[in-house]
């Protein structure tokens, strides 16, 4: 009998272990980036190497190398005992090592493969050291250039000792064994202060301690739990959820270690240099770094992006709440109302506005919006629809509940999900918009840093200085990428049907 | 209250059968408000004549006498003192229960009340029982009309003037023709409530076009003729009123800036649009469909994955940056393709359309996997297969064509996007189509050719959209039943 289910446990281990799928994922996007590299470091018109994409091909080489070997490791031992030896695991900690050349896939993986019971909070962990510590590898860059804001001294201190509490933090989480510990409110408190840098994992691990320690009921925790361990589970969405956060606590961090008249002020002696150590991403035809324009042009994005998104979410979700709830005569009038701004593209609607207005961010706030309500409101409206039938609904109706308390307590609530899914999928939309109108002369003022103006200015140098239109476009994708990837992972941890 | 559901259809075999159809159908539009007010008011002559012969058949109906009769009898009878009694009664037995104060004044008012409200209806239900056994119909306004209806003589001598109203009904007989005209009705509705919209929010705008185009140095006069040449000196409702009639009739008056004729700029720039936009469609449909087949039937494999993740990848590349790149890459350095458009080569179209395409490509694909998936785990495909089929006939017979109608729903749905998306595009590859002429016009701004623009535009995706809908009721059986139950 148990020779049966030991081979039967076999036969499905490399379908049931997480870490084989993660494994094929990292090794396969590190051969990408390492033959992106490649590419890349080679001119072939000339047959000379780039150095720095040269090295940067090696280096990536070595990791993809080891990992492919890990792979294979893995992939026999769970052919031959149907679970992962603990040898192959320590080379886990070997292949940590590759955070030191940004491989973020690699790296997650290892931390994956580290620890035979990953717990979320032992996940939420890692993504947040590694998260502080890409921070302040960026901002450490600025040490080579001519002059540093007056702030970076005390904010690379800071950074530093939270990044030396954070391990501290690691090593308490490690030993946690799930008991009541003392430790756990002071812990929580302050990494929820530290969170103050942007690093929302360290916020959502402090919540989650004292959550554990004021909670009455286990099953509020154990509900929570189960979400978290679903999302951490995903690897790719907690990737996502890595980019979008280190973006947005580098945009935070730059207030104090990122001096803004480097992005900002023309400099002459400068313009339109190669990338250098001083200027990693070379500078424009006004000799502004590129490299800080671009994070400070992170800020806007995320700004107008979140905000294009909150705002039609609130107005959509509420006109949808109530058509769908009281359905009929006002459902009726209220759709063919939105019907009427549905059939205006986004991207047109907002050209009309921004003619009307002007252009500025509030007035490209806006324009974004109002073209994305219809969508909430016909998502919401229809969850509204569905929920409004169910039994427990009747019940409170039947119980006397009126109807706003029937609303606001049990139809939204319960009708979220799909919305916030739908948001994270249209933040990266917004995004993408935010830099095309940018780029056609429409959205953000010209002279502030942003991603579709530093594109814009890029596109006139395209023959010459084509990393000034690169670059750029490579953050928009990577921040676009890693919303979508979010997106597609709540929506398998929250949609019931998978269960 | 309402009989006329529930009537008893009586026709004698004397009666055309078109006219007992049109009364049916009179019957069932009479009972949603939207359409019973506006048939009132297009058909007013008919409603008039049927009213006058309402009011006198009226007086001798058999429901008014029943009534009178049986009201008569049951206060005769005492009914409503022994209803006051029970209710007093009940009203105690309650209040002793909840232990509450008893005001017999207060007390003796709510049980008249509830007795009277019983009384009356104690009486309807032996008239409607009366009515019933006897087999007759209570006399309204709907039901006469509805007799009239079948009298030929009575259509043919309101035909003239109620025309309209018949060509209403005639519209709604039949359940295909009654759907395309109500998509229709609101298209229209959509189509003004765009035009509307737009040229509110270009009137409301803050800037003002004659100081934009004359310069600064323009005076007062000067500004006052230039407003006084493009209608801008007129009242709102005016101006709107002029802008939705040359919408439709195609002339909106010359542009502020340039002065040609704005239907005429758009007429020239629209086609090569629609063309790159098609092209873009075409070549999306053509590669993205297979994809996403594959991925559904080799789901969670490798290939699965990475053709989800190029897909993923294509989503989020924003359009100009890939333009900029392809003309990188296949214009400057490897020198394969021109960098800008110029009519008449085809090798120039390439690049924008596949830019153009790519975002639709990946829904198409990411759409057309989760269809697929869904629909071949239905129980009719484990049938098939139990049948024995081989899995090629089960694909493409049984799962292809049920999973095709959410793909064609999101390609109607992004085909307004990749309109709107196509000014981008457009200034990217420098082709003159309506999205560049939108967005070179909007720093004026132009109102007549932004709105022009914007509204033409609209209305290309709304009967697109139009053409996906009737094109399902025709296609999609669950469609087509629901829709013949109205």
Same mark, same amino acid.
């Given at each position: 009998m148990s020779t049966h289910k030991d081979s039967l446990l076999k036969k499905f281990a490399l379908k049931a272990t997480s870490e084989y799928a993660q494994a094929n994922f990292a090794l396969v996007v590190s051969i990408a980036l390492t033959l992106i590299f490649l590419l890349a470091g080679i001119?072939? $018109?000339?047959?000379?190497?780039? &150095?720095v994409f040269f090295s940067l091909f090696i280096a990536y080489a070595v990791f993809s190398i080891i990992q492919s070997f890990i792979a294979y490791q893995v992939k026999r031992d769970l052919k031959r005992d149907g679970v992962i030896r603990s040898s192959t695991r320590m080379w886990g900690y070997f292949q940590l090592l590759s955070v030191l050349v940004g491989n973020i896939f690699t790296t997650a993986f290892a931390f994956g493969l580290i620890k035979k019971k990953k717990s979320p909070q032992y996940l939420f962990t890692m993504f947040m050291l590694m998260t502080q510590f890409y921070v302040i590898a960026v901002s450490s860059l600025?040490?080579?250039? %001519?002059y540093v804001a007056n702030t970076f001294l005390m904010g690379m201190f800071l950074l530093l000792a939270i990044f030396v509490f954070q391990l501290v933090v690691l090593l308490l989480v490690i030993k946690d064994n799930g008991q009541l510990s003392k430790w756990k409110l002071s812990v929580g408190i302050l990494l929820i202060l530290t969170s103050l840098t942007g690093n929302l994992f360290a916020l959502a691990l402090g919540l989650f301690m004292l959550l554990e320690v004021f909670s009455k009921t286990p099953s509020t925790v154990a509900k929570w739990y189960a979400m978290w361990e679903k999302i951490a589970s995903n690897m790719t969405a907690m990737l996502g959820l890595f980019f979008i956060l280190f973006i947005f606590s580098l945009s935070i961090c730059s207030y104090w270690t990122f001096d803004y008249g480097m992005a900002v002020d023309n400099n002459y002696g400068a313009t339109l240099q190669m990338p250098s150590l001083a200027y990693p991403l070379g500078t424009d035809n006004f000799g502004r770094d590129v490299f800080s324009r671009i994070v400070f042009g992170a800020r806007i994005s995320l700004i107008v992006g979140v905000l294009s998104t909150f705002i039609p979410f609130v107005v959509g979700g509420i006109l949808g709440a109530i058509s769908g709830y009281y359905g009929k005569r006002t459902d009726n009038i209220l759709m063919r109302l939105l019907d009427v701004l549905y059939a205006i593209p986004g991207i047109l609607l907002a050209i009309v506005i921004i003619a009307a207005f002007g252009a500025s961010t509030t007035t490209l706030v806006i324009a974004l919006s109002v073209g994305s309500i219809p969508t909430y409101a016909r998502t919401m409206r229809a969850n509204v629809l569905m929920i409004s039938n169910m039994e427990y609904v009747m019940s409170a109706r039947a119980l006397g509940a009126s109807n706003l308390s029937i609303i606001f307590k049990q139809i939204v609530p319960n009708s979220m999900a799909p919305m916030i899914v739908k948001a994270t999928l249209t933040i990266g939309g917004a995004v993408i918009a935010t830099s095309s109108l940018s780029y056609l002369?429409?959205?953000? +003022? %010209? =002279?502030? &840093?942003e991603w579709g103006n530093i594109l814009k200015v890029g596109s006139a140098y395209? +023959? $010459? =200085? $084509?990393y000034l239109a690169i670059y750029p476009g490579i953050a928009i994708i990577a921040l676009v990428l890693s919303f979508n990837f979010l997106g597609d992972g709540l929506r398998d941890a929250l949609d019931p049907k998978l269960d | 209250m309402n009989t006329v559901n529930n009537a008893p259809q009586i026709h004698s075999s004397s009666v055309p059968n078109v006219l007992s159809t049109l009364s049916q159908t009179f019957g069932k539009m009479n009972q949603y408000p939207f359409l019973k007010w506006a048939m009132l008011i297009i058909g007013l002559p008919v409603y008039v004549i049927s009213f006058i012969i309402y009011l006198i058949k009226r007086k001798d109906d058999a429901y008014q006498r029943l009534w009178r009769e049986l009201h008569q009898a049951c206060t005769e009878a005492g009914l409503k003192e022994k209803l006051i009694t029970k209710h007093i009664e009940q009203q105690r037995r309650k209040q002793t229960f909840f232990q509450q104060k008893i005001d017999e004044l207060k007390m003796k008012q709510v049980a008249e009340k509830r007795a009277e409200d019983e009384f009356l209806q104690v009486v309807e239900d032996k008239v409607q029982e009366e009515l019933a056994q006897r087999g007759e119909d209570q006399l309204t306004f709907a039901s006469i009309m509805r007799s009239l209806l079948e009298h030929p003589v009575f259509v043919v001598l309101t035909f003239i003037p109620g025309l309209l109203f018949y060509t209403l009904l005639f519209l709604y007989m039949n359940p295909y023709i009654k759907y395309i005209f109500e998509r229709l009705v609101s298209t229209l509705f959509v189509i003004v409530g765009v035009a509307f919209f737009v040229f509110t929010i270009l009137y409301i705008s803050p800037f003002d076009p004659a100081a934009n185009i004359l310069g600064v140095t323009a005076t007062k006069e000067q500004i006052a003729t230039f407003n006084q040449i493009y209608g801008l000196d007129q009242p709102y409702w005016v101006q709107l009123w002029q802008a939705i009639q040359g919408i439709f009739t195609f002339?909106?008056?010359?542009?502020?800036?340039? *002065?040609? *004729?704005v239907v005429d700029a758009i007429a020239r720039k629209i086609p090569i649009t629609l063309l790159l936009t098609f092209i873009a469609l075409i070549l999306a449909i053509v590669i993205a469909i297979p994809i996403g087949i594959i991925s559904a039937t080799r789901s969670n494999t490798f290939l699965d994955y990475t053709l989800m993740f190029v897909a993923l990848i294509g989503l989020s590349i924003p359009n100009f940056w890939q333009g900029l790149i392809f003309i990188l890459t296949f214009s400057i350095e490897l020198q394969w393709l021109p960098a800008t458009f110029t009519p008449g080569n085809l090798l120039s179209i390439i690049m924008p359309a596949v830019v153009l395409g790519t975002g639709l490509m990946a829904s198409i694909a990411r759409m057309t996997r989760s269809s697929t998936l869904e629909v071949i785990h239905e129980d009719y495909i484990i049938t098939a297969r139990a049948k024995g089929l081989n899995e090629r006939r089960i694909l493409w017979r049984h799962a292809f064509g049920n999973a095709l109608i959410p793909i064609i729903t999101v390609i109607g749905l992004m085909f307004g996007g990749m309109l709107g998306g196509a000014a981008v595009t457009e200034k990217v590859f420098n082709i003159s189509g309506i999205g560049s002429y939108i967005v070179d016009k909007q720093f004026i701004p132009d109102i007549p050719a932004i709105m022009g623009g914007v509204v033409y535009i609209a209305i290309t995706i709304s009967l697109v959209n139009l053409l996906i809908d009737i094109l399902y009721a025709f296609i999609d059986p669950r469609i087509r039943s629901k829709m013949k139950q109205y």
């Open positions: 001119d072939f $018109s000339t047959g000379a190497i780039k &150095p600025n040490l080579f250039k %001519p002369g429409l959205g953000i +003022e %010209p =002279h502030i &840093p395209l +023959e $010459s =200085h $084509s | 002339d909106l008056g010359a542009s502020f800036a340039g *002065n040609e *004729n």
